[in-house]
Protein backbone atom coordinates (compact mmCIF):
# COMPACT_ATOMS: atom_id res chain seq x y z
CA UNK A 1 0.00 0.00 0.00
CA UNK A 2 1.51 3.20 -1.13
CA UNK A 3 1.47 6.15 1.40
CA UNK A 4 2.41 9.57 0.64
CA UNK A 5 2.44 11.89 3.96
CA UNK A 6 3.08 15.42 4.29
CA UNK A 7 3.46 17.64 7.04
CA UNK A 8 4.63 21.34 8.04
CA UNK A 9 1.91 23.58 6.48
CA UNK A 10 0.33 26.14 8.97
CA UNK A 11 0.09 29.82 9.47
CA UNK A 12 2.80 32.30 8.41
CA UNK A 13 3.41 35.79 8.00
CA UNK A 14 4.27 37.19 4.40
CA UNK A 15 7.38 37.21 3.92
CA UNK A 16 8.20 34.06 6.47
CA UNK A 17 8.93 30.45 5.60
CA UNK A 18 8.38 27.17 6.16
CA UNK A 19 9.46 23.80 5.20
CA UNK A 20 7.10 21.02 4.09
CA UNK A 21 8.23 17.43 4.30
CA UNK A 22 6.54 14.11 2.83
CA UNK A 23 6.93 10.73 4.11
CA UNK A 24 6.37 8.31 1.30
CA UNK A 25 6.37 4.40 1.60
CA UNK A 26 5.33 1.60 -0.48
CA UNK A 27 7.45 2.03 -2.87
CA UNK A 28 10.76 2.31 -4.41
CA UNK A 29 11.47 5.97 -3.51
CA UNK A 30 14.41 6.14 -5.22
CA UNK A 31 12.96 5.35 -9.06
CA UNK A 32 10.09 7.50 -8.35
CA UNK A 33 9.87 11.58 -9.64
CA UNK A 34 8.55 13.45 -7.02
CA UNK A 35 6.48 16.31 -6.94
CA UNK A 36 4.66 19.06 -4.96
CA UNK A 37 1.53 20.36 -6.10
CA UNK A 38 -1.01 22.84 -4.76
CA UNK A 39 -4.66 23.97 -4.58
CA UNK A 40 -5.87 27.50 -3.74
CA UNK A 41 -9.59 27.93 -2.99
CA UNK A 42 -11.45 28.14 -6.43
CA UNK A 43 -8.84 27.23 -8.55
CA UNK A 44 -6.94 24.19 -10.40
CA UNK A 45 -4.29 22.35 -8.77
CA UNK A 46 -1.00 23.62 -10.03
CA UNK A 47 2.53 22.09 -10.47
CA UNK A 48 4.87 23.92 -7.96
CA UNK A 49 7.88 21.82 -8.30
CA UNK A 50 9.35 18.48 -9.38
CA UNK A 51 12.64 16.47 -9.32
CA UNK A 52 13.93 13.42 -10.50
CA UNK A 53 15.74 10.91 -8.28
CA UNK A 54 19.33 12.63 -8.12
CA UNK A 55 19.58 14.52 -11.13
CA UNK A 56 18.45 17.74 -12.96
CA UNK A 57 16.81 18.93 -14.15
CA UNK A 58 13.89 20.46 -11.40
CA UNK A 59 11.22 22.22 -12.63
CA UNK A 60 9.61 25.11 -10.77
CA UNK A 61 6.56 27.12 -11.84
CA UNK A 62 7.21 30.62 -12.82
CA UNK A 63 5.39 32.09 -9.76
CA UNK A 64 7.67 30.37 -7.26
CA UNK A 65 11.35 30.23 -8.97
CA UNK A 66 13.64 31.68 -6.57
CA UNK A 67 11.97 31.42 -3.52
CA UNK A 68 10.90 27.08 -3.11
CA UNK A 69 13.29 24.75 -3.47
CA UNK A 70 12.50 21.19 -3.67
CA UNK A 71 14.80 18.50 -2.49
CA UNK A 72 15.20 14.82 -1.56
CA UNK A 73 16.20 12.56 0.67
CA UNK A 74 16.28 9.47 -0.76
CA UNK A 75 17.89 7.45 2.49
CA UNK A 76 14.61 8.25 4.36
CA UNK A 77 12.11 8.34 1.47
CA UNK A 78 11.30 11.97 1.90
CA UNK A 79 10.78 15.00 0.14
CA UNK A 80 10.99 18.42 0.81
CA UNK A 81 9.46 22.04 0.08
CA UNK A 82 11.48 24.95 1.24
CA UNK A 83 9.50 28.40 0.71
CA UNK A 84 10.79 31.34 1.46
CA UNK A 85 9.74 34.76 1.03
CA UNK A 86 5.96 33.43 1.32
CA UNK A 87 3.06 35.99 -0.34
CA UNK A 88 -0.40 35.78 0.64
CA UNK A 89 -0.85 34.36 -3.32
CA UNK A 90 0.93 30.98 -2.18
CA UNK A 91 -2.03 30.55 0.40
CA UNK A 92 -3.15 27.06 -0.99
CA UNK A 93 -3.27 23.33 0.14
CA UNK A 94 -0.32 21.77 -0.81
CA UNK A 95 -0.03 18.23 -2.06
CA UNK A 96 2.78 15.97 -2.90
CA UNK A 97 2.80 13.73 -5.41
CA UNK A 98 5.08 10.50 -6.76
CA UNK A 99 5.27 9.24 -10.02
CA UNK A 100 4.12 12.07 -12.20
CA UNK A 101 0.71 12.49 -9.90
CA UNK A 102 -0.43 8.50 -9.52
CA UNK A 103 0.22 8.66 -5.92
CA UNK A 104 -0.90 11.59 -3.79
CA UNK A 105 -0.54 12.32 -0.45
CA UNK A 106 -3.64 13.95 1.71
CA UNK A 107 -2.69 17.35 1.66
CA UNK A 108 -1.41 20.23 4.33
CA UNK A 109 -3.09 23.95 4.47
CA UNK A 110 -0.45 26.76 4.01
CA UNK A 111 -1.90 30.30 4.96
CA UNK A 112 0.22 33.17 4.45
CA UNK A 113 -1.71 36.14 6.18
CA UNK A 114 -0.64 38.67 8.75
Known amino acids: QVQLVESGGGLVQPGGSLRLSCVVSGLTFGSYAMGWYRQAPGKERELVASMYSGRNPTYYADSVKGRFTISRDNAKNTVFLQMNSLKPEDTAVYYC???????WGQGTQVTVSS
Open 97 to 103: AAGGATY
